[in-house]
């Protein structure tokens, strides 16, 4: 999964957003206005996050040389258009709304420092703030808040802020709260602003109040957002199993001798796992992992002289996380595809339908190849295979009366 970062100014970092997707293994990549670096015309990634900066969205070139919020808002709008991820921060958020038609306004408060905030009864019914209690601590640093289409929901708000948090759409919301903050870009704000905040407000703390608060506990609820919501988008946009055989059919380079038993295993596991009726997130895992499980021989035939399995398993969890690094696909699937990759000759300790089948697929292609005995065979039927469609399959491929 890719993730385009537009960072305004310097000290307004991605912080937690960065974090989060450094942690997952998403490919991220940061556009430095301030450097003058050019926003993108295309919507290349797969999510769009938006930061904030000191400008708000009538703020001219003239004004500010690197800002050009038209650029912003196109940008967003062709994300919004193609369906992708757009999360914007702040000022982000302020562009978000003014890029679907809603005119930014000011805060009836100014809020620095963190602010007890709370999710609206919208808020509590959207799936991705599962994770979020019905207040939560709110890092701020602002003094105008997004405007609202009519079709936006609030889904969160302060006591200084009526617009903490709004959704503009499946996958397009605006947070005017920072809960990517941490203490050193709190420090590097205050260092920005000379040192010293000379404002005052019902809603701005003071610097030592800034410096010593705990910012994990909204970073932790920003991931848990973060988590569920890519984790949906994910199972809706992820590749097919035919564009991923068509990607490591690529990634063989022409080895036949690799690339006709991925072909058999995936066909056998995409067999059984049907007929065993998975449910459609467990089928596409369990046929990633068929496609890919022989994903190290080559690597072990040059290291290691030969493709044990217990060395395939050792180096292909590895590489199928690599092989997988730039799809659209979730953490969560792309850990389990490469634990079931990781454990492909493991029969003990077996957790789960795709694990087993893909265990019973990779044998049934193996001894056919090999040509194993009809007592390693049922052997192997009675001792290890637990589903009745392997079980069938392996029968009618050894014409077995058993």
């Known amino acids: 999964m890719r993730i385009r970062f537009i960072q305004h100014d310097a000290w307004v970092l991605p912080g937690e957003y960065l974090a989060w997707a450094e942690r997952n293994g998403y ?57 992708k991820i757009v999360v914007g921060v702040c000022l982000g958020a302020q562009l978000l709304g003014e890029a679907l038609g809603a005119a930014y306004a000011q805060s009836p408060e100014r809020e620095i420092g963190p602010v007890e905030a709370r999710l609206t009864d919208a808020g509590r019914a959207d799936p991705f703030f599962a994770s979020f209690g019905d207040t939560f601590p709110a890092g701020e640093w602002h003094n ?30 605006g947070f005017q709260t920072h809960m990517e903050f941490t203490r050193s870009i709190v420090a590097a704000g205050l260092e920005d602003a000379g040192g010293h905040l000379n404002c005052t407000g019902r809603f701005v703390q003071t610097e030592e109040q800034l410096l010593g608060f705990d910012y994990s506990g909204m970073n932790a609820l920003l ?22 055989l068509e990607k490591m059919i690529a990634f063989s380079g022409g080895n036949i001798h690799d690339i006709d038993p991925l072909i058999r295993v995936w066909t056998y596991a995409r067999t059984i796992g049907e007929l065993e009726h998975l449910d459609e997130a467990a089928q596409f895992i369990l046929e990633a992992a068929a496609i890919t499980h022989d994903i190290a021989c080559p690597l072990c035939r040059e290291k290691y002289g030969n493709t044990n399995g217990r060395h395939q398993e050792e180096e292909g969890a590895r590489m199928v996380r690599a092989f997988f690094s730039d799809c659209v696909m979730s953490r969560r699937q792309i850990d389990r595809a490469a634990f079931l990759v990781g454990h492909h000759h493991t029969l003990q300790g077996i957790d789960g339908p795709d694990w087993q089948i893909l265990i019973e697929a990779d044998y049934i292609a193996n001894a056919s190849e090999n040509g194993y005995s009809t007592e390693n065979v049922l052997n192997f039927m009675n001792r290890v295979m637990k589903t009745d469609s392997g079980k069938r399959l392996l029968k009618a491929v050894f014409c077995l009366q058993q």
């Open 144 to 173: 105008d808040m997004p405007g609202l289409t009519k079709d936006s929901v609030i889904l969160a708000e302060s006591d200084g802020c009526p617009r903490q948090i709004v959704r503009y759409g499946k996958y397009l919301y």
């Open 223 to 244: 991931s848990g957002f973060l988590d569920a919501m890519t984790e949906a988008y994910c199972a809706e946009r992820h590749l097919t199993a035919a564009q991923i």
């Open 27 to 83: 490919d991220a990549g940061i556009t430095k206005c301030w450097e003058h670096e050019r926003i993108p015309e295309d919507a290349d990634a797969d999510m769009l996050v938006v930061l904030g900066g000191h400008q708000c969205p009538a703020t001219t070139k003239a004004a500010c040389g690197y800002f050009d919020a038209a650029r912003d808002k196109a940008l967003i709008r062709r994300y919004a258009e193609a369906g």
